[in-house]
Each structure stands twice: as structure tokens, then as C-alpha cells.
């Protein structure tokens, strides 16, 4: 449903000159028309990409304060990542909500304030490993969907990013099985719960391990509408692969 989608989520990685590299790579490589690519880069790294990285390829921030800026210490703003040519905002991402710790509400808030500036939102979900063993995988998607869903008065503007946490920089990639059936569940969830068109339109994207070696097996799936990469993404060509296994 909808274009294929493929985020690479920099993480805190990078220098001036690796990512002068990484952009290099990037805008030499060969990518499928009909794919949506966005670069999500450390803040401090976003305007040396965005002025020297191809249009092609849009930009996000990897978080974002949850209103105007202001008195915020270490805080940056949905203004400024405008300001700085961002399209787009990843919000909820596992490393935030568990490392960090921020809450479902919290990030819900979040969701809505960038959206009504304008920015997309790439909306990240997923279960921990003891989640899944006790078989609440389901759940935990719903309520952390909920958050979003109770937040944002519109989806037109949101991806969502299936991204179980024990797949999450662990080499230990979820089978095409096991996510498509969390990306049929959320489906159904914004189906019953959101209406019809929104289920058949908002692209699910998975991430989590995913490399040049697993993207093409994943994209096959049905439900599975793109893909949120981390490690594989500071790899120019890997992945330009990625981004290339839109079938
Ligand atoms: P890895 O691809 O490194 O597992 O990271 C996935 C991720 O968290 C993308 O947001």
C-alpha cells in the first residue's frame, strides 16, 4: 500500500568525513524510481547533507522537542529542523523509549506537534524480546499505536515503523513470517480503530537487522511496505540495495 518507503536512521554515528563519504556514495548510486528515500542523520550533520546530498534523497531529523522551542537545554526543534530542510521527524524509536525512556504519551504529543508544522512522521513501534516470549507482541504494538492514534488528528503525513526491539542492531533479523504478521496485526488495528482508508494507505515499514543479504526476501511480503535501517544505512551501496528491492 502506498510507495515503498526506505529510512536509513544514522543513529549517533558519523563524522565530517565519513559522512562526506557516505553522502558521495549516496549520490553516485543507482536508485528504483518508485521508492521513497529518506537519510535521517545526526542533528549537528543535517546541513552539511542537506547541501551536499541529491534532492533525491529527503531528510529527517531522528527526534524532536514536543512544541515551540524555547528554554529547552539539548532539545531541537520541529522549527529548526524545517529551518535546516527536513521533511521528516522519526518519533518513538526503541532507543529513545528505552534507553532514554520517554512514554507513550510523551511521544504521542510529539507526533502531533510535528505534524501540524508540517513535518512527516515516521512512527516506530515494536516489542521487546520478554514481550514477545510471553506473547504480547500484539499488545505492546496496540497500545504504543494507540498513543499515536489518540494523539494525531490525521495519518495522512505518518509512516509506521514495525521495529522489534530484539531485532534491533542485533544481526538477528525478524523472518518475512514474523513481520508480516505484525504488519497484517497493525493494519487490522488501524482498520478497527482508525478507519479503512487509513489501514489501506499508511505505509508499515519494518526495520531491524535488515541488510542488502535479507531486504529482498523481507519486501516480497505483502504488508511490508518499505523498510527503517540502521547499520546497513552508513553504507552507501548496501544501501542503495535496499532502497533497490522494491519489487
Ligand atoms: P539496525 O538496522 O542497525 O538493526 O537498526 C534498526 C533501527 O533501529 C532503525 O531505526
Do not use: M
Amino acid at each position: 500500500s502506498g510507495k515503498f518507503f526506505v529510512g536509513g536512521n544514522w543513529k549517533c554515528n558519523g563524522t565530517k568525513d565519513s559522512i562526506a563519504k557516505l553522502v558521495s556514495d549516496l549520490n553516485s548510486a543507482t536508485l528504483e524510481a518508485d521508492v521513497d528515500v529518506v537519510v535521517s542523520p545526526p542533528f549537528v550533520y543535517i546541513d552539511q547533507v542537506k547541501s551536499s546530498l541529491t534532492d533525491r534523497i529527503d531528510i529527517s531529523g531522528q527526534n524532536s522537542w514536543v512544541g515551540k522551542g524555547g528554554a529547552f537545554t539539548g532539545e531541537i526543534s520541529v522549527e529548526q529542523l524545517k529551518d535546516l530542510g527536513c521533511k521528516w521527524v522519526i518519533l518513538g524509536h526503541s532507543e529513545r523509549r528505552h534507553v532514554i525512556g520517554e512514554k507513550d504519551e510523551f511521544i504521542g504529543k510529539k507526533a502531533a506537534y510535528a505534524l501540524s508544522e508540517g513535518l512527516g512522521v515516521i512512527a516506530c513501534i515494536g516489542e521487546k524480546l520478554e514481550e514477545r516470549e510471553a506473547g504480547k507482541t500484539f499488545d505492546v504494538c496496540f497500545a504504543q499505536l494507540k498513543a499515536f492514534a489518540d494523539a494525531v488528528p490525521s495519518w495522512d503525513n505518518i509512516v509506521v515503523a514495525y521495529e522489534p526491539v530484539w531485532a534491533i542492531g542485533t544481526g538477528k533479523v525478524a523472518s518475512p513470517q514474523q513481520a508480516q504478521e505484525v504488519h497484517v496485526a497493525v493494519r487490522g488495528w488501524l482498520k478497527k480503530n482508525v478507519s479503512e482508508e487509513v489501514a489501506s494507505k499508511t505505509r508499515i515499514i519494518y526495520g531491524g537487522s535488515v541488510n542488502g543479504g535479507n531486504s529482498a526476501e523481507l519486501a516480497k511480503e505483502e504488508d511490508i511496505d518499505g523498510f527503517l535501517v540502521g547499520g546497513a544505512s552508513l553504507k552507501g551501496p548496501e544501501f542503495a540495495t535496499i532502497v533497490n528491492s522494491v519489487t
